[in-house]
């Protein structure tokens, strides 16, 4: 089975300021995806970014940026130029993958969720 | 319609009554999935369904929790004779598996209070 497990329950940055929240993850899988979601108070989950295991490039959209570091298991994401639009909980997720080339299977498993307020 | 639409947002129902949930997919999406997010228990799977294999019901936490998807389509998740530990936003979600990419796209989901 798999865990994912986020240390920090809640975030505070101002506006404008880079945020890293952080993201370790325990598998004996080689293959999986991870995922960043964003929680925001209207409650829809809503993928902000993903990465897949056999990449070794880190994954960027934007103003977010992830740093995977497969043999540590670490998976944390960076907000950089913060906007009050950020403020949510973001949770970390993790996707196994069936069979190299193949379809994945898309049971997530998620970490607790970090809350992240962005101030003016 | 353009995303995962559920239906009720959010229902109140006493102890002890059935409750029906309703998740419209986004459509063309393969597969779809039901998870809860409760305060004590965190975002847990209940179970997915993809094309015409049998669903994976390993998430769902008692025989009073059950689901169909009909046509491929459309998702029902019904708990009967509830308890007050249901209570709980329950989420769809649904995606198409292409290639091996597997994005999964969620609803606002229904925010279920059990009395």
């Known amino acids: 089975a798999q865990t994912v497990t986020q240390s920090q329950p809640e975030m505070s940055v101002q506006e404008a300021e880079t945020v890293t929240l952080s993201c370790t993850y325990d598998?004996?899988?080689?293959?999986?995806?991870l995922f960043w979601y964003k929680q925001p108070p209207s409650r829809q989950m809503i993928l902000v970014i993903r990465q897949e295991a056999y990449k070794q490039q880190n994954a960027t959209e934007n103003r977010f940026s992830v740093n995977f570091q497969k043999a540590a298991k670490s998976f944390s994401l960076k907000i950089s130029d913060s906007q009050l639009g950020d403020t949510a909980m973001y949770f970390c997720a993790f996707m196994k993958r069936t069979n190299a080339g193949g379809t994945s299977y898309g049971k997530l498993t998620f970490g607790q969720g970090t809350i992240l307020t962005v101030h003016p | 319609g353009a995303g995962v639409s559920q239906s009720p947002s959010n229902k109140v129902t006493e102890k002890g009554k059935d409750v029906e949930l309703r998740c419209d997919p986004i459509s063309g999406h393969t597969a779809l999935y039901w998870y809860r997010q409760s305060l004590g228990q965190g975002l847990e799977f209940l179970i997915y369904?993809?094309?015409?294999?049998?669903?994976?019901k390993s998430g769902l936490p008692s025989d009073r929790f059950s689901a169909e998807r009909t046509g491929g389509s459309v998702s029902t998740l019904t708990i009967q004779r509830t308890q007050q530990e249901d209570s709980a936003v329950y989420l769809c979600a649904s995606s198409l598996i292409a290639g091996g990419r597997n994005t999964i796209y969620f609803g606002e989901g229904s925010w279920l209070t059990v009395v």
């Open positions: 598998t004996s899988e080689s293959n999986y995806y």
């Open positions: 369904f993809q094309g015409n294999s049998a669903p994976d």
